[in-house]
Structures are given as structure tokens and as C-alpha cells.
């Protein structure tokens, strides 16, 4: 590789979902914009991930040009999802809207693909430094932007060069995922199976369609984090049809309800903003919102505040309210009532959705849902 250009109007660092939508709607809004992505992989590659792409994410992506059929080709919509909560309690009803199970492999590359066809350069490089001067930021001595996005994921070199705060206690999580074509459950649903033992966790089954499926397990980091064989034998005992299946691991930082996403001309998205649910794990559709929303700003006479501000006004009170449940649902007893509330109304099962996969928030109708299941189950009594 030769020389990369020394001055660019922004550099994306991280060529990932939210880095790439971010290199999409700065060409957006400003289509003569110099636009550069360093990445440190090739593409296509893989990346640990359970792959679920809620139809949200789609959404914003079709608003910036994306034909969205595009990026799901190879796979088929998930139109069920199947609960089981950690008593047991199942739920299983059709989503208002069909997801899909793009492996990152693909959707990466096929993200990539549409930000270079927009007009952005796509360079192999490491970052290792930020210095931010008056007007600009140099990267690594060489390279200058007038803004720069942090795009680069969990382990994101960019938050630590800015000074971002680190993790707060509590809000780090741990997974292992691998891919299985010998799946004995249907191509349509998506499982979730939640465990009693080391609550918050839980084990998935995200079919792809194409007779594969993404399945793994998550929890949250205490004191000592598990051991991958600990991992191992509980992604089993969830899902003991499992047969053997090579798993990778991966941390996620989860949202801490408001997270610092602006640095001087350093904008944070996705992961590296800690912009993951800490109720579900979900992470694509904050990634490609997030970068959408700092891409755009990026183009603006002040980047930093525009992109707090548009934030705030998109996910603002959602990540509130996910900060304030993932407090609450420590209790595992709550995600049953959860659970049958999802049951025994679709109102309340759309409600947990739009809360655990999009920007949902804690209603009354939710709440009014819950506190019958209550009612019900005191009537029953033991």
C-alpha cells in the first residue's frame, strides 16, 4: 500500500456497520466531502457478532440509498421469535416485522461496498495516535481530518486516544458464538433460552436460512470473568440439541444509559460508544443509527454538538429507560413477568421488542400488561 492522502474532511476509523453508515450519510449530506476509512482487516471478514439485523436497522439504511434486499441476499427473514425465561415461561409470536440473520462476513463487505460506490476511500492502516489541534486531528503524525468518527469496536483504540472515561462497573458483558448446520429447530425462529445460573445470561439460536445458524452465549462480567469453558458448558446446557461447534468470544460494552459519544472533533459510534442494549446485546441497529447520525454531523460547522443533540433526540430517553430495566431486571423474576406478559398479549411482546431490538421505551401499556400478569398469577396463587 502506498501513501495514504494527508488531509481529508473526515476520517472513519473502524470499517464496520457503523463506520461504513457513518462514510454513507457524511457523502449524503455532503457529496464533494474528502472521506477516508482505515480499517485493519481486509474485506470481506469475519466478525464476532450474533449477526441479528432488526428490521430498524434496515430502515436506516434504506434512508441513506441502501438497497436493503441487497444486503440481505443469501438469507431468509425471521418472522418468530421463541422466549424462554429464566423459570422457563415461553413465549413465541411473530414479530410486527420480519429481521434477518446477515453474517457479519457479509453485511460488512456488502456495507463497505456501498460507502467506496459513494465516494469514500477504503485504506488498510492501524491507528495507534490522535493528537486534536485547533482545527483538525492528526492521526498517527500523518494524516489530518477535520473530524474524525470512532468506529473501531469494543477494543476501540480511538476512545482510548481521546480520553474517553472507561466502562462503568457493571456494564461489560461477554459472549461466545459459532455457526451450526446441523439445527434442529425451525429456519424462521429466533430463540432466545435465559439462564437462572449466572443471570443476566443467556443462550441464542439466530437461523441464517441458508441451513446454518449463528448460536451462542452471553453474560455479564462480574468480579472474575468466566473461563471460555465455563462459557462452553453453559451455551450446552442451554441448548443441549447443540452439537459440538467451534465458538469465538467477544466482549460487549454495554450502554451505560448515557454514554460520552463527543471528544473535542472526535465523534464515538457503535460499540466504541459503548452504544450496545444492555437488555439484549444488540448492537447493529445502535452501530448504523449511530453512524448515520455522526456521519451527518460530521458535516456540520460543529460536529460534536449536532451529533449529542441528534442522539439525544433519537435514543435519548430509550437508553434511559434500557439503563433503568437492566438495573431492574437483575431480578430474574421481573423478565418472567416479562415473559408471560409477551404470552398472553401481542401488544406487550411488540412492546419488548421495539424495547430490546429498536428504540422502544417503558410505556403504560407495557406496564399495565405486566402488573395483570401479576394480578393473574397472585389469583392463581403457588
Known sequence: MG????????VVVGAGPAGATAALAALRAAPTARVLMLDTADFPRDKVCGDGVA???????????????????????VTTLRLTSPQGMQARRRFARPAHVIPRALLDVRLVHAA?????????????????????????????????????????VVRRQCGADAARTGTLAIAL????????????????????????????VFPVGDGTANVGYGELIRAAPPTRAQLTTRLHELLPDLPPTPLRGHRLPLSPGRPGVTHGRVLLA?????????????????????????????????PARTYRQSLRHRLGKHLRHTDLLARFTRRPWLVDVATAAARDDQ?????????????GTLDIPLCTAMLTTVARRRQRGP
Open 347 to 359: 401488544r406487550a411482546f411488540d412492546r419488548l421488542v421495539e424495547i430490546g431490538l429498536g428504540a
Open 270 to 302: 457503535g460499540d466504541a460508544a459503548s452504544l450496545i442494549n444492555p437488555l439484549t446485546g444488540e448492537g447493529i441497529y445502535y452501530a448504523v443509527l449511530s453512524g448515520a447520525l455522526a456521519g451527518a454531523a460530521a458535516t456540520t460547522p460543529d
Open 177 to 204: 458464538r459459532g455457526y451450526t448446520s446441523a439445527v434442529p429447530w425451525p429456519a424462521d425462529e429466533q430463540r432466545l433460552v435465559m439462564a437462572t445460573a449466572n443471570w443476566p445470561a443467556y443462550a441464542w
Open 3 to 10: 501513501p495514504i492522502s494527508p488531509d481529508w474532511d473526515l
Open 55 to 77: 428490521p430498524h436497522a434496515m430502515d436506516v439504511l434504506a434512508g441513506l440509498g441502501v438497497p436493503v434486499d441487497d444486503l440481505a441476499a443469501g438469507t431468509t427473514p
Open 116 to 156: 467506496q460506490r459513494a465516494g469514500a476511500v477504503l485504506e488498510r492502516h492501524r491507528v495507534r495516535t490522535l493528537d486534536q489541534q485547533d482545527a483538525s486531528v492528526l492521526i498517527d503524525g500523518s494524516i489530518r481530518a477535520r473530524t474524525v468518527i470512532g468506529a473501531d469496536g469494543a477494543e476501540s
